[in-house]
């Protein structure tokens, strides 16, 4: 049998959906799991056996050829809830196509499954599997983790002793924490004696991390790994880290995946849309009647971005001094030889 799950939408929600794709995997031990995501999904998985990664391209010749390629399924999971999603599955002719009840062209799936906020994402995205009826077997996030690879980046990128790893950008501006904030709460990091190292993707993460550098009175003593990092290499350098600070973004939902404590800075988000970190603590803004804003807001409806302040660096410095002197200890991870 060849069972395919469609989840194309950022690097965050492919972690998060890589649940369903573990409880599928022992649903049916004798069946090909495909995953039709973004290019990066083929570094993500790397190694995991009996996952067919199909990168798309998204443009329709792209979306053509992955259709194609889908000729035989005979079950689909619609994770993304988009048109590409449902009209490519059924132009497939997969005759079992389950998806969300409010996505884009619902009426094309065969089975429909709820979906609402204020639970998690994981959650949400099991409810898919309980439409046919199928077992959910694990709640936890996975990624697998090579001995060799992290042995690498150690040497590549001169990794010596504890670090924190901090990430100051996200997709959308009213997601990002102000930046002096957390060029502050490096510093108390720092003046505490832990090492800190600034993680993030090529373009707009690096001028974000370039701004938070320009605040620091002592910028050298911070290493600079955004832009630096392939997508692999990012999931073992959380791995390695001692701690994760993030916005709502992706590093949020790969430290949860690979056993690292994160603590999540809320904006303009909540954890009530169900992307909050199950392992760590989160904090988000008070006292405001425009908070949460919506899932993705690209713009501040009220231009005051006062959400992107309203978390001082003083009480995340404190839940990060709690976590790091707790010493949590690592779940088990997908180590491969």
């Known amino acids: 049998m060849r069972i395919v799950v469609w989840q194309s939408a950022f690097l965050g929600d492919l972690v998060l959906a890589g649940n369903l794709v573990v409880n599928l995997l022992i649903n049916f031990p004798n069946s090909e799991l495909i995953l039709v995501a973004r290019p990066f999904a083929v570094e993500l998985f790397k190694g995991l ?16 050829k992955v259709i194609k ?17 449902s009209l490519s ?10 998806g969300f009840k409010n996505a884009e062209l619902s009426l094309l799936y065969t089975h429909k499954a709820p979906h609402y906020w204020g639970i998690h994402e994981v959650e949400r995205n099991q409810q898919l599997l309980k439409v ?23 040497k590549k990128f001169n990794l ?25 709460l490096i510093e108390l990091l720092m003046k505490e004696g832990f090492k800190v190292t600034l993680i993030g993707a090529k373009g707009r993460d690096q001028e974000v991390a370039q701004r938070v ?23 073992h350098l959380i791995y ?47 006292g405001l009647k425009c908070h949460p804003c919506k899932p993705n807001p690209k713009e501040c409806k009220f231009s005051s971005m006062e959400c992107t302040q309203t978390v001082k660096p003083e ?16 779940p088990s991870a997908i180590f491969l030889s």
Request: glycine share 6%; net charge positive; with cysteine.
């Open 132 to 154: 046919l009826n199928l077992k959910v077997y694990t709640d936890r996030l996975f990624l697998p983790i090579n001995w060799k690879t992290l042995e690498r980046i150690e």
């Open 69 to 85: 390629q889908l000729a035989g399924c005979q079950i689909a999971f619609g994770v993304q809830r988009g048109l590409r999603t």
């Open 89 to 98: 599955l059924f132009l497939a002719k997969i005759p079992t196509r389950v």
């Open 49 to 64: 056996d009996r996952l067919k990664v199909i990168p798309l391209k998204k443009n329709l010749k792209g979306t053509w």
């Open 160 to 184: 010596r002793g504890e670090f924190v790893a901090v990430a100051p950008s996200a997709n959308f501006e009213p997601k990002r924490w102000n930046e002096k904030y957390f060029a502050k």
């Open 315 to 330: 009480e995340v410095y404190e839940k990060a001094l709690y976590l790091l002197n707790k010493g949590l200890q690592k």
């Open 240 to 286: 390695l880290a001692r701690l994760v600070v993030a916005n709502d973004s992706a590093p949020v939902h790969i430290a949860e995946a690979v056993g690292t404590p994160v603590i999540t800075v809320y904006c303009a988000t909540s954890p009530y849309y169900g992307f909050f970190p199950r392992r760590g603590v989160y904090l988000q803004p008070k």
């Open 213 to 235: 550098l320009s605040f620091l009175k002592e910028p050298k003593g911070v290493k600079n790994l955004v832009g630096k990092t392939t997508v692999e290499e990012l999931v």
